[in-house]
């Protein structure tokens, strides 16, 4: 079975700084998608960004871009320049044909000014 | 547009009693999801539906029921609540498997 590991509980970052967030993941199958999703204390969860497996490239979206690793199946987001709205926790998922996310349990992330 | 919405936000639910949260989107999804969040955890699938009709299970489907008669509604039915099934539901939709899930904001329910 898929499992996607978080193993930082809690992170902190100064305004403007730059962070790294860690997810790692395990799964036997070669076509997959990998999410970072952002939930606000209001919680709605909010795409942040979408790695698809079979590309090389690593995805970015402005100020967000992962480090994707695939043999060493590690999955982390990087957040440079970080405002205080990017205070939340971050959740790693996992996607595949099942149609089924397989969620890490979060970090969540401390922006101090 | 209104994305996806749940209702109700919050409810307090006494033991053996039943409940319905209501979802509904309208984008024209095909693909709808529900999930629970436990505190310190991801969320965990508990039904999911392909299509109008078409509904099957999650990981976690005991004491959960749904339907999905329509595109835009996937109620979830809690028959017989327990304390174990207090949590946070997140309704959500996608409109083909693998793009991005709008999640709804969630229905805080807790299980006295």
């Known amino acids: 079975a898929q499992t996607v590991t978080q193993s930082q509980p809690e992170m902190s970052v100064q305004e403007a700084e730059t962070v790294t967030l860690s997810c790692t993941y395990d799964t036997s199958e070669s076509d997959y998608y990998l999410f970072w999703y952002k939930q606000p204390p209001s919680r709605q969860m909010i795409l942040v960004i979408r790695?698809?497996?079979?590309?090389?490239q690593n995805a970015t979206e402005n100020r967000f871009s992962v480090n994707f690793q695939k043999a060493a199946k590690s999955f982390s987001l990087k957040i440079s320049d970080s405002q205080l709205g990017d205070a939340a926790m971050y959740f790693c998922?996992?996607?595949?044909?099942?149609?089924?996310?397989?969620f890490g349990t979060g970090t969540r992330l401390k922006v101090l000014a | 547009n209104a994305g996806v919405t749940q209702t109700p936000k919050f409810r307090i639910l006494k033991i053996g009693q039943s409940m319905t949260l209501q979802c509904t989107q309208d984008m024209n999804h095909n693909y709808m999801y529900w999930y629970r969040q436990d505190p310190g955890m991801g969320l965990k699938l508990i039904y999911y539906?392909?299509?109008?009709?078409?509904?099957d299970k999650g990981e976690v489907p005991n004491g959960y029921n749904v339907s999905r008669s329509t595109t835009e509604d996937f109620p979830l039915r809690l028959e017989l609540a327990a304390p174990s099934q207090t949590s946070v539901y997140f309704c959500a939709s996608s409109v083909v498997w693998n793009t991005e899930a709008f999640f709804g904001q969630g229905t805080r329910l807790t299980v006295v």
């Open positions: 539906s392909v299509g109008a009709g078409i509904t």
């Open positions: 998922a996992y996607l595949s044909g099942t149609y089924k996310y397989i």
């Open positions: 790695q698809e497996a079979y590309k090389q």
